[in-house]
């Protein structure tokens, strides 16, 4: 039972350059999410979403593009890569969308774009 | 909005020593209280957590009770350990204008235990 897995670990990009971080779970969680973590500035929500096909933008989603088609991804999309987006993401989930359950992250990838 | 308010730190204390992590929050609804630690180069991870007043979540030798009366949800520990450094956060959770569940974190606040 793998959790929440986040690829890759590391990624440098130029300013310009797209990429995709790729998040899978594998406990049939309902809610996903991406945010980002910045220093005095705590997690901050991109985007999340409550089914297969269902998304929605979070605090901070200029930039980025999401899409869910299965339950077990959820990939967040950097089509042109700025400085401003240099920071550590995770991907989180919660079993229920609607209820108060605790988040399940996974451990981050860390972006620096040059 | 929610909001959520914790100092940064860091805050470096002896081994063995006491430990107090204040957080206050603002909320519309009636929130649940999380506290999330997280160790280097790790993601976060829940450590306990409270769902209504007066409610008390503890793990770990950690401690934090729900006051709604003065809206916070201090963590505290009686004597903390070297393995005990990491990022602690404080974060509500609430319903958005869908009915989905919404998170807000605090900044963080980062413990040092020196032996």
């Known amino acids: 039972n793998a959790g929440v897995t986040q690829t890759p670990k590391f990624q440098v990009l130029k300013t310009g350059q797209s990429m995709t971080l790729q998040c899978a779970q594998d406990m049939n969680h309902e809610y996903m999410s991406w945010y980002r973590q910045d220093p005095g500035m705590g997690l901050r929500l991109i985007h999340y979403?409550?089914?297969?096909?269902?998304?929605d933008q979070g605090e901070v989603p200029n930039g980025y593009n999401v899409s869910r088609s299965t339950t077990e991804d959820f990939p967040l999309r950097l089509l042109s890569a700025a400085p401003s987006q240099t920071s550590v993401y995770f991907c989180?989930?919660?079993?229920?969308?609607?209820?108060?359950?605790?988040?399940?992250f996974g451990n981050g990838t860390r972006l620096t774009v040059t | 909005g929610n909001s959520v308010t914790q100092m940064e730190g860091p805050v470096t204390l002896s081994e063995e020593a006491f430990l107090t992590i204040n957080c206050t929050y603002t909320a519309t609804g009636y929130p649940s209280l999380f506290w999330y630690v997280q160790y280097p180069g790790e993601g976060l991870q829940l450590l306990l957590k409270a769902t209504k007043a007066d409610d008390k979540g503890s793990n770990k030798g950690f401690e934090a009770t729900y006051r709604k009366e003065t809206t916070s949800f201090h963590l505290e520990k009686g004597s903390v350990q070297v393995s005990d450094s990491a990022v602690y956060f404080c974060?509500?959770?609430?319903?958005?204008?869908?009915?989905?569940?919404?998170?807000?974190f605090g900044i963080g606040t980062k413990l040092q235990v020196i032996p």
């Open positions: 979403s409550v089914g297969a096909g269902i998304t």
């Open positions: 989180a989930t919660i079993q229920g969308a609607e209820d108060n359950s605790p988040l399940h």
């Open positions: 974060a509500l959770s609430d319903r958005n204008s869908g009915g989905y569940q919404k998170v807000t």
